[in-house]
């Protein structure tokens, strides 16, 4: 039987142990749950690698990554080949790591190498879920560093004796976004479960209240009732609500709510003071909601994550040990921008490949390059809506930044493709502009 949620696991633990383009692919693949009895011979066609050896290599390195962590897999290199190694290691993701990781034990990269610190956000952050009936949102565009950056904040608070929990809607069933009463129920119950309480919805949930207050007085009468300390509640991956616009609008009214009664003076606001929000979300999905009416407008403190500086990108590159001079740190800058996954994607490449500066500025923008997943990816939002690809074409084909309808400009803006000048609008990075002029002009004929 498939382990709970393994793809997600295997999705964390990439990286937890920093496993980067190539070798998080062939990893990923290795490692699923349906490619567990299949030899080399067939995986390595499934993992679309050059030949048969050069998979063994990047899988050597795979494991090896695994061998020299501090928190990695015992003697994993130790007298075991091919096979051997595989199974070592998949016996120990999953009979230790994903036990640990089920009860949210797995070891993060909180303390990685890589990591830019965003200051002052964090501790602002930080700051702000100290307050009673606190709500605080993380919002940025997809890549931008929303998990990592809420994964150590709740590590600080637990440090201080808080409670804390937290909520991914990246891993629901589909099933649960059908209908607002299994969304709410589905929601209350898996916040029983992260507290290792029993569900007890048959006790609170009423057939004559609509969801929003039987959610409400769930928590209020079961969850928060007996608390005599704050609760930290972190809801990750938000935009999987979003995608589904009557779900969230009900779910961004509860939320709303909850807000107001933190606020009230009498023994109920004490109870929801208890409580601090933290939700993190992209907002290219968010988008799709009317944008002159956000439910969630003047709730709480808004945190947008920021690109890299110039300075922090240096920083960066002498941690990755790499010989950039200023000049090809300002072409990078040019290239992608502060984007913080694209420079990682640049960074991991120069290490990994060994590439030159010259040969690294001519593939960047063609499928061989370390951006071309996230630009298909990219590619593909914009097709599944035409005026918005239309817009977008108009930008990166323009010298000028130009006027875009509020709409169009918003969504752009809100995904990460465009940057204002005034009211109107130009490509985020020359990236940007190099690929998508030529993909989109094609999709357009």
């Not at 649960?176 to 709410?184: H, K, R």
């Not at 694209?342 to 960047?364: K, N, T």
């Not at 630009?375 to 990166?396: D, G, H, I, M, P």
């Amino acid at each position: 039987m498939k382990p709970e949620h393994w793809d997600k696991f295997l999705e964390d633990m990439a990286n937890s142990f920093e496993l980067k383009g190539r070798y998080r692919e062939v990893f990923s693949i290795r490692f699923a749950y349906e490619n567990w009895h299949k030899n080399d011979e067939e995986v390595w066609q499934l993992a679309q690698a050059a030949s048969l050896e050069s998979y063994k290599k990047q899988m050597t390195d795979v494991y090896k990554q695994f061998a020299i962590s501090s928190n990695g897999c015992p003697n994993l290199t130790q007298g075991i080949r091919g096979a051997g190694k595989f199974e070592k290691l998949r016996v120990w993701l999953k009979e230790t790591q994903h036990l640990l990781w089920l009860n949210n034990l797995a070891p993060k990269p909180l303390e990685s190498p890589f990591y830019v610190e965003l200051l002052p956000i964090e501790l602002e952050c930080y700051q702000a879920l100290l307050q009673p009936g606190a709500f605080v949102r993380i919002k940025a565009p997809p890549q931008m560093g929303k998990t990592l950056l809420l994964d150590r904040v709740l590590a600080q608070l637990r440090s201080k004796g808080y409670q804390t929990l937290h909520f991914n809607f990246g891993l629901e069933d589909s099933e649960i976004f059908t209908s607002y009463s299994q969304f709410s129920q589905s929601f209350c119950a898996g916040i029983s479960q992260l507290l290792d309480l029993p569900d007890c919805l048959e006790d609170y949930w009423s057939e004559n209240l609509g969801s929003n207050r039987n959610t409400t007085k769930y928590f209020e009468k079961y969850l928060l009732t007996e608390r005599t300390s704050p609760l930290i509640l972190a809801l990750n991956r938000v935009d999987r609500v979003f995608e589904h616009e009557t779900i969230a609008l009900d779910f961004c009214r509860l939320l709303r709510g909850w807000y107001d009664r933190a606020r009230q003076s009498d023994r109920r606001g004490g109870i929801w003071q208890q409580l601090r929000l933290v939700v993190a979300h992209s907002t290219d999905v968010y988008s799709s909601l009317n944008i002159n009416s956000s439910p969630l407008a003047g709730v709480g403190k808004v945190f947008l994550l920021p690109e890299f500086s110039l300075q922090q990108l240096q920083d960066l590159a002498r941690r990755y040990q790499l010989d950039l001079t200023d000049v090809q740190i300002e072409e990078l800058m040019n290239l992608i921008g502060g984007h913080p996954y694209l420079v990682r994607q640049a960074f991991d490449y120069l290490r990994d490949r060994q590439v030159s500066w010259q040969e690294f500025l001519q593939i960047s923008c063609t499928d061989s390059s370390p951006f071309s997943n996230y630009l298909r990816q990219l590619l593909w939002t914009l097709q599944q809506a035409r005026s918005l690809a239309k817009a977008f074409l108009e930008v990166v084909i323009s010298k000028q930044p130009i006027s875009l309808s509020s709409e169009c400009g918003f969504k752009l803006q809100s995904m990460g493709l465009v940057n204002l000048d005034g009211d109107k609008y130009y490509p985020r990075c020359n990236l940007y502009r190099q690929y998508f002029s030529v993909h989109l002009e094609e999709i357009n004929k």
